[in-house]
């Protein structure tokens, strides 16, 4: 396995980084994980309509 290393400009100047691994074969699949630290940062109590 391989890993790259990625860094992401948002529209407010923030960065996000990150790290995509790659398997030694060829992928048969993909998966995004992508947490909600903003929204999480702006509604501590927890999700959508609380």
Do not use: K, N
């Not at 391989?2 to 860094?7: G, L, P």
């Not at 529209?11 to 994980?33: C, K, N, R």
């Amino acid at each position: 396995m391989h890993s790259m290393s990625v860094q992401l400009p948002s529209s407010a100047g923030h960065t996000m980084a990150g790290t995509i691994d790659m398997p030694d074969t060829e992928p048969v699949a993909y998966a995004l994980f992508a947490p909600l630290f903003y929204w999480l940062s702006v509604h501590p109590r927890g999700g959508p309509g609380e």
